[in-house]
């Protein structure tokens, strides 16, 4: 019964390509996230949305798209990718609720563009 | 600048030593400070958190906050391999986003 699943675990594709991720939380939380989480292991956040709505969006190139279709799922797709999109593409989950607020990741998806 | 400066190792320490993780910041509005952990291929999970100034104390674990200094620092007694893992700092502003450090990569020898 794992609380936050991503599919799939691993992605390799072409250039150009469009791909999806899929992300779901069985926590019962209000708010998910899309981090990237690049080769130096630094993690950065992409979207959040609290209730099927879009809260955060930082600057991310417009061929990435969050999809919320309701409060467990949030999906990423990404149109056209480059080879900079590689990196490891973590899921997470919280209930929103204020400051001392946790996250949950899923184990991330690890996405090679060639 | 990044707002939060973390170096990212590797450190590698013999097994049972006395291990010191840090992070500097430069925001005086953060308040609450988390630190993370994350294993190899997996995702990070919640060690512990503090608020404002002071110690926090985790079996194990120390979490200290000096607000004045901008600094933040976890401690970990007796270490064992099995904390070898990458440690993350994050810390919040009032509006409750993360702002992540760059992690640093911990290597405990047997």
């Known amino acids: 019964d794992t609380a936050v699943s991503q599919t799939p675990k691993y992605l390799v594709t072409q250039m150009g390509n469009d791909k999806s991720i899929k992300c779901e939380q069985n926590?019962?939380?209000?708010?998910m996230y899309w981090y990237k989480q690049d080769s130096k292991k630094f993690l950065k956040i992409m979207f959040s949305?609290?209730?099927?709505?879009?809260?955060i969006n930082e600057t991310v190139p417009n061929r990435f798209s969050p999809k919320s279709p309701d409060k467990a799922h949030l999906n990423l797709h990404i149109n056209s990718l480059e080879l900079g999109d590689s990196a490891v593409y973590f899921c997470?989950?919280?209930?929103?609720?204020?400051?001392?607020?946790?996250?949950?990741f899923g184990p991330g998806t690890r996405l090679t563009v060639l | 600048q990044k707002e939060v400066e973390q170096d990212p190792g590797p450190l590698s320490v013999p097994e049972g030593a006395i291990v010191s993780l840090n992070c500097t910041y430069s925001?005086?509005?953060?308040?609450?400070f988390m630190w993370y952990r994350q294993y190899s291929r997996k995702g990070p999970e919640l060690l512990m958190y503090?608020?404002s100034s002071g110690n926090k104390e985790d079996g194990r674990f120390t979490a200290q906050v000096d607000k004045s200094s901008k600094y933040i620092s976890l401690f970990i007694r007796d270490s064992q391999p099995s904390d070898s893992a990458t440690y993350l700092c994050?810390?919040?502003?009032?509006?409750?986003?993360?702002?992540w450090g760059a992690g640093t990569k911990l290597i405990i020898k047997p």
């Open positions: 997470a989950s919280s209930q929103g609720g204020g400051p001392t607020d946790t996250q949950y």
């Open positions: 926590l019962g939380h209000d708010t």
């Open positions: 949305y609290n209730n099927k709505e879009l809260i």
């Open positions: 925001n005086s509005a953060f308040q609450y």
């Open positions: 503090t608020y």
């Open positions: 994050a810390m919040r502003k009032s509006n409750y986003q993360l702002i």
